[in-house]
């Protein structure tokens, strides 16, 4: 079992930032998986928004977001970071981090084994 724990969400103006941090209990377990980024907001499926391999050497990201977000990880402290630029308020929801044991990346909510709790973003305009 993992525990993620995300930190890091708040209320925000439009063209401002934010950084959400994602804390993993098991630091075994966090080097061996790949974590991406997820939100949803009331009504609609969650949805992918970035994710990082386990050496954090590859990272893929949904359109909306290129060039506005970058997703990092410090193996040392079993930790994923997803650093919001130019926030606009379509990004207002919960934001997930989630966890898979794998050597490869995805992009759907599926294919993950572990999630933590959300934090929400709220980007006022």
């Known amino acids: 079992q993992v525990q993620l724990g995300e930190s890091g969400g708040g209320l925000v103006q439009a063209g401002g930032s934010l950084r959400l941090s994602c804390q993993s209990a098991?630091?075994?377990?966090?080097?061996?998986?790949?974590m991406g980024w997820f939100r949803q907001v009331p009504g609609k499926e969650r949805e992918f928004v970035a994710a990082i391999s386990r050496s954090g050497s590859n990272t893929y990201y949904t359109d909306s977001v290129k060039g506005r977000f970058i997703i990092s990880r410090d193996n040392l402290k079993n930790t994923v970071y997803l650093q919001m630029n130019s926030l606009e308020p379509e990004d207002t929801a919960v934001y997930y981090c989630?966890?898979?044991?794998?050597?490869?990346?995805?992009?759907?909510?599926?294919?993950?084994?572990?999630w933590g709790q959300g934090t929400q973003v709220t980007v006022s305009s």
């Open positions: 989630a966890a898979v044991y794998t050597s490869s990346m995805f992009a759907t909510p599926l294919d993950y084994e572990y």
């Open positions: 098991s630091r075994l377990t966090f080097t061996m998986s790949a």
